[in-house]
Every structure is written in C-alpha cells, then in structure tokens.
C-alpha cells in the first residue's frame, strides 16, 4: 500500500501519544520535589514538620538530607523523629542578630538538622522517605518560613532545594520547601491564603500523577482509534490510480 494511503488520524494518534508520554515524564518530575508539610501553621504554636524525600537518581541512593532553619525568626525548640537506619543531628549556631521571641533575647539558636543514612541505608532509586520534626514557637502570622534542604546521593551528587518560589511566576526547578504562618485559631483574622497554600503543598503530587495519567490515557485512545481507521482504510477498494501506483511500487522492489 502505498505511503498516501496512510491515513491522517493514524499520525494524529500517534501525535497525542508523544504528547501523553512527555505529559507523564512533567508530571513525574513536579512530584519529585522535596516538600515539607507542616501539621500546623498557628503562630506562637508547635508545629510537626514532614518533609518527603524522593530519591531523583537512576543509579545513586540518597545518604544524607540537611535543612537549615530560619535564623530571622529562629525556631527555640527542635526535636527530632527517630528514622530507623537513619541517626538525626540538630546543630546550633549563632544568629546574624539577636531576635527577641517571646520576650526573651537569644543570640543563639538551632540552625540545621541533618539525617545521615547509617551503613548500608540509603532511599533508593524509585524510593522516598519521610523525615519529621517538632518545631516552635512559629512567628507571627503571615510569616513564610522557607527551609532550604541540601539532598546528598551516595555518588557525590547534591541536589540543592533553596529557590524560593514567587507567588505568580513558575515554580523555579528546585524550590525551596516552604510554608506560611497563620492566625490562632479563634481569632478575627482568617488564614485563607495560608492554608491554601498548604493544602496545595500536600496535593499537588496528587494532581501531577492524575494529569499525567489522564494525558497517557488520552493518547492511547487516540492511537487506538487512529488504528482502527487504518484497517478501515486498508480493506476499502483500491481505485485504479492507487492500484496502478501500489503495482509500480511493488514492481520497482523486484
């Protein structure tokens, strides 16, 4: 059969095919951010912080994860969740200035946490782990706390998640785990945006893996439809122009 035979929704098919699987490969590399999600956002409150590691690389584990806490609103208690095969560290360091909370002066407060995976431990390839803290006071309403986060691959890789991420433009490719700060509950002010923002933290992946899915379903049926109208195309009479161009085709192979 000859190539002007060859129909226009089997190449349509095949286009939205292309576009499902780069769907799925975006959406695969938004869920691969490391995010934190905070238990609670209340100011003057404690919160439990878990941040998700997923392991990036093809052929390296990750061995070590550090977040480094915010030194303009300092954390004054930092506790650490046990990981099994994991030993946790909490490392204090003096402020840039001295920060009054809740009355009282410090000049010194924790400044980083750092999991380090013990002797053959290690979150690999097509692996995640989730590591938590208890944190507090938190600041004031309205305070986004960015905790940049340093992931270590037993290769000597480092992927670095410190960019902020601007409300209005994309998110930058390795965004910084972020959250931010509301009202006592009970109060007159209402923490919508805060919230929000939280929930959107925690769901995102959800809708990243269902946009992806939905884009492969998509360009599977397109595909197969394309097909279908192929065999279609294939079994219908061949007109004397088509048959006189397939018997010329066939006759300059031999």
């Given at each position: 059969?000859?190539?002007?035979?060859?129909?226009?929704?089997?190449?349509?098919?095949?286009?939205?095919?292309?576009?499902?699987?780069?769907?799925?490969?975006?959406?695969?590399?938004?869920e691969a951010h490391v995010?934190?999600?905070?238990?609670?956002?209340?100011?003057?409150?404690?919160?439990?912080?878990?941040?998700?590691?997923?392991?990036?690389?093809?052929?390296?584990?990750?061995?070590?994860?550090?977040?480094?806490?915010?030194?303009?609103?300092?954390?004054?208690?930092?506790?650490?969740?046990?990981?099994?095969?994991?030993?946790?560290?909490?490392?204090?360091?003096?402020?840039?200035?001295?920060?009054?909370?809740?009355?009282?002066?410090?000049?010194?407060a924790p400044a980083t946490?750092?999991?380090?995976?013990?002797?053959?431990?290690?979150?690999?390839?097509?692996?995640?782990?989730?590591?938590?803290?208890?944190?507090?006071?938190?600041?004031?309403?309205?305070?986004?706390?960015?905790?940049?986060?340093?992931?270590?691959?037993?290769?000597?890789?480092?992927?670095?998640?410190?960019?902020?991420?601007?409300?209005?433009?994309?998110?930058?490719?390795?965004?910084?785990?972020?959250?931010?700060?509301?009202?006592?509950?009970?109060?007159?002010?209402?923490?919508?945006?805060?919230?929000?923002?939280?929930?959107?933290?925690?769901?995102?992946?959800?809708?990243?893996?269902?946009?992806?899915?939905?884009?492969?379903?998509?360009?599977?049926?397109?595909?197969?439809?394309?097909?279908?109208?192929?065999?279609?195309?294939?079994?219908?009479?061949?007109?004397?122009?088509?048959?006189?161009?397939?018997?010329?085709?066939?006759?300059?192979?031999?």
């Amino acid at each position: 059969m000859s190539q002007s035979r060859i129909p226009l929704a089997l190449r349509a098919g095949a286009a939205l095919l292309a576009a499902a699987v780069i769907s799925v490969a975006g959406a695969a590399v938004a869920e691969a951010h490391v995010r934190v999600t905070p238990d609670s956002t209340s100011e003057g409150g404690y919160s439990r912080l878990t941040f998700r590691v997923p392991n990036e690389s093809d052929t390296a584990g990750t061995t070590s994860v550090e977040v480094t806490l915010p030194t303009a609103t300092p954390f004054t208690s930092v506790m650490t969740k046990p990981v099994p095969g994991w030993t946790a560290e909490v490392t204090e360091a003096d402020l840039p200035e001295t920060v009054e909370v809740d009355g009282s002066k410090i000049t010194k407060a924790p400044a980083t946490v750092t999991w380090t995976a013990d002797k053959g431990t290690q979150i690999n390839p097509g692996e995640y782990q989730e590591f938590s803290i208890s944190v507090g006071p938190l600041p004031k309403m309205g305070t986004t706390i960015e905790l940049p986060t340093k992931q270590t691959y037993s290769d000597g890789q480092v992927s670095d998640w410190n960019e902020p991420t601007v409300e209005g433009q994309e998110e930058p490719e390795y965004p910084a785990p972020a959250f931010e700060t509301t009202s006592v509950a009970g109060t007159d002010a209402t923490p919508v945006a805060a919230a929000d923002t939280t929930a959107d933290a925690s769901t995102s992946d959800s809708a990243a893996r269902w946009l992806g899915a939905g884009g492969l379903a998509v360009g599977v049926i397109g595909l197969l439809l394309a097909a279908v109208a192929w065999r279609r195309v294939a079994t219908l009479p061949k007109t004397p122009a088509t048959a006189a161009a397939d018997s010329a085709s066939q006759g300059s192979t031999v």
